[in-house]
Structures are given as C-alpha cells and as structure tokens.
C-alpha cells in the first residue's frame, strides 16, 4: 500500500480557501486516492475520490497532477463547521480495497 | 435512510474482564469493517467481513479479540480479557459490494475504557 504523507495542521479563517496536499510517491497504477473528513467523537466521513486530473463534488475539489504522486483537497469558503481532521488515502479498488489511514490533517477554522 | 448503529456508545470496564461491541451496518451493504482508532491518530483496520466470511483479519489480536458475523448483517467484536492498552475508540463501517469506490459508512464508534 502506498504511504502517504500530509501536514500535521493547518490553520485557516473563515471564508478562505483552504489546500491540503498529501505525497504519496509509490503509488500504484490501480490505486485510487480518497479523502475523509472526521468531527471529534464521530466516524470519519467520505468526502471525495480521484483517480486523475480533477474531481468536483458539492463539498469540495480533488486536483491529482499527470504523475499522480501527490493531490490535493481544495475546500472552497470554508466555515468554523469544516473543522476536523482531514485524512488522505491511497489504495486499490475492488476485492483488494484496504485504506489504511494516517494521521491526517488537523484543519482549524476561526473567524 | 438508518446509518450504521453501534452499541453501546461507551464503556467502562476493569481489566480483565470481557467486553462485546455491536454493529449494524447500513441495510444492503454487503462489507463490513471493524476498526481500532487511538486518540490522535487515524483509524486502524481490524477485521473486514465480505457477508460472513473474514476476508481480511490479518490485523486482529486473535489471542484475545474475536469477532463474528452470522448471518451477513449485523457484527459483533469481543475483547476477552480486555488490558489496559485496548482503550480505545472502535469504530464499525460498511460499504456496498466492492467496485470502484472507496466510500465506507462509519457509526459514531464505541469509546472503551479500561481501567
């Protein structure tokens, strides 16, 4: 599996863009790369999936470079509710699909 | 639509003693996983069922944790005896039948106590 890396913390105010990268140089050509988001004393929740170039959905952007070997979550405005740990997976679909979660990115949002 | 269900929320218990957690997953979902999550850090697989078969329990700790699943649906994980290091947050999951998607459906977890 691969291993990803990502920034232990971040900060941001509210209303500002927030990026969050994550490195993960071994993956494997049937690896997919998601994104969780987790709320202190609540299960993480599914927040997006790519497999290249660009993925949008309702909560956010999924931006993968042509080499693959890093991404990044975009959360566009972000409020004080989008703060919680935000997690980076890669791995493969399927039978074999297995994440393997790190730490994770502990974003802080204030006004 | 129900989420996934986990009992009880929280437990205290001595060590040495046994402790059971349940789970029921979202209905229709085929997998279900079990997971371990320590404070500050991020989830750890510990058992994934496809309907009743493990398929993935490479990671339990087989002399004193066991789990089951019956009938395909719903999941329980026993610790017997627990120690002081199984405190912890354990956290159910489902997902449909596997394809291309990474999307799993996590109950609010169980925080253990073992004091």
């Known amino acids: 599996l691969a291993k990803t890396t990502q920034p232990i913390s971040m900060d941001s105010y509210e209303g500002q863009e927030v990026n969050i990268t994550c490195s993960h140089n071994?993956?494997?050509?049937?690896?997919?790369i998601t994104w969780y988001q987790q709320f202190p004393s609540q299960g993480p929740r599914f927040i997006i999936q790519?497999?290249?170039t660009k993925v949008t959905n309702e909560v956010a952007s999924l931006f993968i470079p042509a080499d693959r070997k890093s991404s990044t979550l975009s959360l566009p405005r972000v409020s004080l509710s989008d703060t919680a740990v935000y997690y980076c997976?890669?791995?493969?679909?399927?039978?074999?699909?297995?994440?393997?979660f790190g730490t994770g990115t502990r974003l802080q949002v204030t006004l | 639509e129900a989420g996934v269900v986990q009992s009880p929320r929280y437990k205290i218990i001595e060590k040495k003693q046994p402790v059971a957690f349940w789970c029921n997953p979202i209905?229709?979902?085929?997998?279900l996983y079990w997971y371990l999550q320590n404070l500050g850090q991020g989830p750890e697989l510990l058992i994934r069922?496809?309907?009743?078969?493990?398929?993935?329990d490479s990671q339990l700790p087989k002399d004193r944790f066991s789990a089951e699943r019956l009938k395909g649906v719903d999941s329980t994980l026993k610790i017997q005896p627990a120690e002081l290091g199984d405190s912890a947050v354990y956290l159910c999951?489902?997902?449909?039948?596997?394809?291309?998607?990474?999307?799993?459906?996590f109950g609010p977890g169980t925080r253990l106590t073992v004091l």
């Open positions: 999951a489902s997902s449909a039948l596997a394809g291309v998607s990474h999307e799993q459906f």
């Open positions: 790519g497999y290249k």
């Open positions: 997976l890669v791995g493969p679909t399927g039978t074999a699909s297995k994440l393997t």
């Open positions: 069922y496809e309907n009743e078969e493990a398929v993935d």
């Open positions: 209905s229709g979902h085929n997998t």
């Open positions: 071994n993956i494997a050509t049937n690896d997919y």
